[in-house]
């Protein structure tokens, strides 16, 4: 017997209005796809969301109809497949995160590119899989952060600190000694983070987008062990639930400074 439970709420824009979230997750047989779609800070354009939503279709297809393909290679597939079909440019295009859990009746797999964790719940408690690239990224200057914690608060002056962070990060995407995500280069595909773990000592699977995942990495809410004792208490919106409190208890990101007051969740948990 296996069920998958998803829970999903979106967070805000950059100016702090309510609209739709930019992660998506495709639940399908025999695997679960999670991707978090990057929020644009430049107005217009095809944004995060818009990608994220047309890289899970590609993925969604391919998992279907080949699933025993190898999983970078099938997202490398997905990946050129988006770009080709809308005109994308390596550099110059919307991006996402990826992870992807897949399972047969002998193993589960993970594939994790940039910051939304997948992680296999065993008898010996939970083993993580994450791509920590992003956050090794080394920053310049004071940034968003900074600013934040002196009380600076969200508004215009912080989303001009945050273009300026993000242009100075965006020239490390998808280089070596940088951080690698979905975008238009297939090759990022291979930069993936990966492990397989025998089916029968996996009880669950969760994977998270990086506005439930900080909960444990920037809040410390709890660890992931606590994340699972949650989840098979009260269920998964519960996770999402005690994010967003921390969050509102901190409306100006002093505490934990943060691109936006709150970013869009995403949680599902596959059960075995």
């Not at 920590?132 to 200057?141: M, Q």
């Not at 508004?155 to 975008?183: C, D, I, M, S, Y």
């Not at 983070?193 to 969760?206: D, N, S």
């Amino acid at each position: 017997m296996m069920d998958v439970d998803v829970a999903e709420r979106p967070g805000v824009g950059l100016d702090g209005q309510p609209r739709p979230s930019e992660d998506v997750v495709a639940v399908l047989p025999g695997a679960v796809v999670l991707l978090d779609g990057a929020t644009s800070v430049l107005p217009g354009g095809r944004g995060g969301g818009w990608y994220a939503s047309r890289l899970a279709g590609a993925l969604a297809g391919r998992l279907s109809g080949y699933p025993t393909m190898d999983l970078a290679d099938l997202l490398a597939a997905a990946i050129q497949a988006v770009a080709r079909e809308n005109g994308l440019v390596p550099g110059e295009s919307p991006s996402s995160t990826v992870a992807i859990a897949r399972w047969s009746d002998d193993v589960v797999e993970g594939l994790v590119l940039a910051d939304s964790p997948v992680v296999a719940v065993t008898g010996d408690g939970p083993r993580v899989l994450a791509d920590e690239r992003l956050a090794r990224v080394p920053r310049t200057g004071p940034g968003y952060r900074a600013r934040l914690r002196d009380g600076g608060g969200y508004g215009t002056e912080h989303v001009a600190a945050l273009r300026t962070a993000a242009a100075n990060v965006g020239r490390l995407r998808n280089t070596e000694g940088g951080f690698w995500v979905a975008e238009a280069d297939p090759d990022a595909a291979y930069q993936a983070v990966r492990a397989t773990w025998p089916r029968q000592e996996v009880r669950q699977i969760l994977l998270a987008s990086d506005g439930v995942s900080c909960g444990v990495d920037d809040y410390g809410l709890f660890d992931w062990t606590g994340v699972v004792a949650l989840v098979d208490a009260e269920g998964p919106q519960a996770v999402l639930d005690a994010v967003r409190a921390a969050e509102e208890g901190d409306p100006n990101g002093e505490r934990w400074p943060r691109p936006k007051v709150h970013d869009d969740q995403a949680l599902a948990v596959v059960r075995f």
